[in-house]
C-alpha cells in the first residue's frame, strides 16, 4: 500500500478534461513539493510537473498542477489519445527521510 | 543532454547479491546540486524509491530495505552502484536510476530517466 493515495483508474473522451488526485499527509504533501510522471507502456516515466504546478520545457500547457493542504491534483485539459499512460504523483517524506510515491493512475482514453 | 542507462544481471538467484551499475553523461556528480536515485517498479505495481547519492557523498535508502542495499558512487567513470543483498522474489522488477538535482533533499525531484532494466529472481 502505497504512502500517497491515487485513484487506480480515470477516463475521458477527446477534448475533456481530467484530473486525476493525489492524496497524502503532513510529512509529505502538506510540507514539501510534489512532482507528477507519465508512463507511457513500456517506457520510463517522464517528468511531467515539479514543486506543485511548474512544467518542465516540452511539457505541453495541457498539463497543469496544483496543491492544497495535503492533497494535490494533476489536471489533463484537450485529452488526447496519446495522453493515454499510468500517471505517478511523488514527494519527499519528512518521516522517512526518502522519496514517496503513489499508487498510479492508469488513465484510458475513450 | 542528459542520459543515464542501468546494467545488470537480468537473473538473480534467492538469496544472491545483486549488483546494478548506473552510468550516466550529461552531468557530472563531483558537481554541487546533483544527485542519482534507484527506483523499483515490480511488474504491473507502482513505483518504489530505494536510495540516492549526493555530489557531497550524502546517502538516503528507504527505510524499510535499508539494512539491504548499499549505494556508492565512481566519479572519474560517473557510475553509481547499487547493491541489494539476500534478494528474494517480491524482489523482482525494473529497476531505474534516475537523476535529481538540488541542495534540499525535500525540493528535488526526478527529471531524467533511464531506460531501465528488468531484473528477475528466480532458482
Known amino acids: 500500500q502505497s504512502v500517497l493515495t491515487q485513484p487506480p483508474s480515470a477516463s475521458g473522451t477527446p477534448g475533456q478534461r481530467v484530473a486525476i488526485s493525489c492524496s497524502g499527509g503532513s510529512s509529505n504533501i502538506g510540507g514539501n513539493p510534489v512532482s507528477w510522471y507519465q508512463q507511457l507502456p513500456g517506457t520510463a516515466p517522464k517528468l511531467l510537473i515539479y514543486s506543485d504546478n511548474q512544467r518542465p520545457s516540452g511539457v505541453p500547457d495541457r498539463f497543469s498542477g496544483s496543491k492544497s493542504g495535503t492533497s494535490a491534483s494533476l489536471a489533463i485539459s484537450g485529452l488526447q489519445s496519446e495522453d493515454e499512460a499510468d500517471y505517478y504523483c511523488a514527494a519527499w517524506n519528512d518521516y522517512l527521510n526518502g522519496w514517496v510515491f503513489g499508487g498510479g493512475t492508469k488513465l484510458t482514453v475513450l | 543532454q542528459v542520459t543515464l542507462r542501468e546494467s545488470g544481471p537480468a537473473l538473480v538467484k534467492p538469496t544472491q547479491t545483486l549488483t546494478l551499475t548506473c552510468t550516466f553523461s550529461?552531468?557530472?556528480?563531483?558537481?554541487?546540486?546533483?544527485?542519482v536515485n534507484w527506483i523499483r517498479q515490480p511488474p504491473g505495481k507502482a513505483l518504489e524509491w530505494l536510495a540516492v547519492?549526493?555530489?557531497?557523498?550524502?546517502?538516503y535508502y528507504r527505510t524499510s530495505l535499508r539494512t539491504r542495499l548499499t549505494i556508492s558512487k565512481d566519479t572519474s567513470k560517473n557510475q553509481v552502484v547499487l547493491t541489494m543483498t539476500n534478494m528474494d522474489p517480491v524482489d523482482t522488477a525494473t529497476y531505474y536510476c534516475?537523476?535529481?538535482?538540488?541542495?534540499?533533499?525535500?525540493?528535488?525531484?526526478?527529471?531524467?530517466w533511464g531506460q531501465g532494466t528488468l531484473v528477475t529472481v528466480s532458482s
Open positions: 534516475a537523476r535529481s538535482t538540488g541542495f534540499v533533499a525535500a525540493r528535488r525531484y526526478f527529471d531524467s
Open positions: 550529461g552531468f557530472s556528480l563531483s558537481t554541487r546540486e546533483m544527485c
Open positions: 547519492i549526493d555530489w557531497d557523498d550524502d546517502k
